[in-house]
């Protein structure tokens, strides 16, 4: 995997962690467009379960191309410290 590969929760996908923007992945979460039958609370609350730091290096870090490895962790490392000022 790359880095365009990750689902990066925003409308437009970041070409980088810098690209990666508070209000974006709020947004997008929070969409009224966005799982629809579940609260806002339960969104991210989803969200936080899929791009918790561990389980995403557990699970696709490995899989990732060595050279975006780093960047990769610093765009979850970002989405997750995003989800928590939301939570």
């Keep these: 995997l790359r880095w365009r590969d990750i689902p990066w929760p925003m409308v437009a996908p970041p070409s980088k962690s810098e ?3 508070n209000g974006a992945i709020a947004n997008f979460v929070l969409s009224p467009t966005h799982s629809q039958s579940k609260s806002p609370k339960e969104r991210i609350r989803e969200a936080l379960l899929r791009w918790h730091p561990d389980r995403f290096e557990s699970r696709w870090l490995p899989k990732c191309a060595e050279k975006d ?3 990769i962790k610093t765009g979850v490392g970002f989405v997750v410290r995003c ?3 939301l939570m």
């Design 19 to 21: 690209d990666l923007v």
């Design 69 to 71: 490895r780093e960047e």
């Design 83 to 85: 989800l928590n000022e």
